[in-house]
């Protein structure tokens, strides 16, 4: 059952109503969702009058998003823009681009001034959340499933509506609309939402033509930013879990291939220190029970799994391979393991070794096989398995071999279907290539500015299949930026994403006398004191440097008790940085 594709939305001094601007049958009235201000009550009026006569109050939008509450009291938040990424069958599929956060109480509700300055620090991280690129949705289709799971689903379900249907690992607005879609007939205004990225783009190879798309879907489970976010939680949910699948329609053939990625699923941390790199911390506890729970469910979704581990075997990522290898073999589940150190094998520019991975794998991939359809058959082909592949960031490593897996998917359904010859290689069609790389490394630069705040790492590579001078410095300056991010900005946007989706629910009475606010946090003098030394005598030592002077030993003494004093506020800093 789709949702409404537009309403009016009209916000009177007493009550919100979203009006449906179209019915299913011709002629129907219009159905309304009401919300009295003074109580916040959710009322669906079915065969109302369309909202004529109010058109001042009237602006178009495209959906409820959700809705929160705060100190404040409750917010509405009103989806009211949009862009069109393209066309799924007859299904259209949207990026959200605006969105209105509405208060539904007219006041403040007799707020004290340090609970007004709480509830605009809220706001500011549900605005900061909803300015996130790769929000994404769809009237009519549902954006959670892969096209294997909505074959099997309309098999075996009676007709749901889009947001009871979804599946709750990628639904991003769950509880956001969870009240809500327990209002009799409200579920046709509610509309699932998926962060992750969507690109859908015409191809043509020798003349035949083809829609290729490629949609990620972000979990909602265990949502956080790099640093602050690694590992499993104690239900087995893996940080910076992505499901990506890669599409394609011909005519009246679709089929699809699914991959995933996420992080070491160990219990393990890396807290950011001011630090380059901080060094993982293994958990002590039992790590076989998260670690079971992860990928029994993956195995009853996925079926077979296929480890691709990308960690070095050195330095500090050593450590998490070996673990990760041990829990492998120790855990009693089918589960196949494959290691290739990234970084070793495709060092000094030596690209082609990934097909040394590819070698590894072709065999298990002819074993997952993947989804076919041709027309309304039901004899269909289903897909049995996934890669999991993960890196240490489970970003940049991981994008360029799911690419060279996505092609080689393509590479056979092409063949199959008589698009290309036995032995011909999609490599060779320039035009394919092109749209191909770039939808790749567009999908990589999208997830990565959700996890990291920066676009992706090597994506020269994935653009043109080459490792260049200018992606190297480019590069350099997203990992610089990444360093300031990961230290000075995360932790507000880790705070965000678990007020986003609940994780943090915000108690009514916050910053009362008896109520502390989680905003109370005040630092230490020693936190105040380190980075402001470090401050004052950099300015010290850059005065000392640039002013001329006529006593050269005297200048050279206070450079170096400058220096000493930097030095030691640094090495303070650096052994009390978290």
């Not at 681009?97 to 001034?113: D, K, M």
């Amino acid at each position: 059952m789709p949702t409404y594709e537009t309403f009016d939305l009209a916000v009177f001094q007493d009550r919100i109503i979203l009006g449906s601007k179209q019915s299913y049958v011709s002629g129907e009235k219009i159905t309304l969702l009401e919300i009295t201000r003074p109580t916040c009550e959710f009322t669906v009026r079915h065969d109302a009058m369309p909202l004529s006569g109010y058109e001042r109050y009237i602006t178009m939008c495209y959906g409820v998003f959700g809705v929160i509450n705060l100190l404040a009291g409750p917010y509405v938040i009103i989806i009211t823009g949009r862009d069109l990424v393209g066309e799924v069958g007859k299904h259209q599929i949207w990026r959200i681009t605006g969105t209105e956060i509405i208060p539904v109480f007219h006041s403040s509700r007799s707020l004290n001034a340090k609970q007004t300055e709480c509830n605009s620090r809220y706001l500011s991280m549900l605005r900061y959340v909803l300015s996130i690129p790769g929000f994404y949705y769809s009237p009519s289709l549902d954006i959670t499933h892969s096209i294997q799971r909505i074959h099997s689903l309309s098999k075996h379900s009676s007709p749901l509506s889009l947001f009871a249907r979804a599946d709750a690992r990628f639904l991003w607005n769950y509880f956001l609309l969870k009240d809500l879609v327990e209002v009799e007939g409200a579920e046709e205004f509610c509309i699932p939402i998926i962060l992750g990225f969507v690109d859908i783009k015409t191809c043509r190879v020798k003349s035949r033509a083809f829609k290729l798309i490629l949609i990620s879907r972000r979990s909602s489970q265990r949502v956080g930013v790099r640093y602050y976010t690694r590992g499993l939680d104690g239900e087995g949910n893996a940080a910076n879990y992505v499901e990506t699948e890669q599409m394609l329609l011909l005519e009246m053939i679709q089929s699809s291939f699914v991959q995933t990625r996420g992080s070491v699923p160990l219990v393990w941390s890396q807290a950011p220190n001011l630090r380059y790199k901080p060094c993982p911390v293994l958990s002590l506890d039992n790590q076989a029970v998260g670690f079971n729970k992860h990928f029994a469910e993956q195995i009853s979704i996925y079926e077979q799994q296929h480890v691709v581990n990308l960690l070095d075997n050195a330095g500090y990522e050593k450590m998490l391979s070996v673990n990760f290898k041990q829990q492998v073999d120790e855990c009693g589940l089918a589960i196949s393991y494959v290691h290739f150190d990234f970084h070793k094998e495709c060092s000094k520019l030596r690209w082609h070794n990934l097909y040394k991975l590819m070698d590894m794998l072709e065999r298990r991939q002819e074993d997952i096989g993947y989804f076919f359809q041709a027309g309304s058959s039901t004899n269909t082909t289903s897909q049995h398995g996934t890669f999991r592949t993960n890196c240490i960031d489970c970003l940049d490593r991981t994008n360029v071999v799911q690419s060279m897996l996505a092609r080689r998917f393509l590479q056979t359904v092409l063949c199959s279907v008589n698009v290309l010859q036995e032995g011909e290689q999609l490599e060779t069609h320039a035009d394919f290539e092109y749209v191909f790389k770039n939808m790749w490394a567009d999908h990589a630069d999208m997830l990565a500015l959700q996890y990291t705040g920066t676009k992706a790492l090597k994506t020269d590579y994935t653009r043109t299949g080459k490792r260049g001078i200018n992606g190297m410095l480019q590069d350099g300056v997203n990992s610089c930026v990444r360093y300031v991010y990961n230290n000075f900005n995360d932790g507000f946007r880790q705070d965000a994403l678990d007020l986003f989706v609940g994780n943090y629910q915000v108690r009514p009475a916050e910053g009362s006398v008896t109520n502390p606010s989680p905003f109370d946090t005040k630092l230490s003098y020693t936190q105040i004191l380190a980075p402001t030394s470090l401050i004052v005598l950099s300015s010290l030592l850059f005065i000392t440097l640039i002013l001329p002077s006529t006593n050269t030993s005297l200048q050279l003494a206070y450079v170096l008790f400058w220096g000493l004093g930097i030095s030691v506020s640094l090495l303070y800093m650096l052994s009390n940085g978290k």
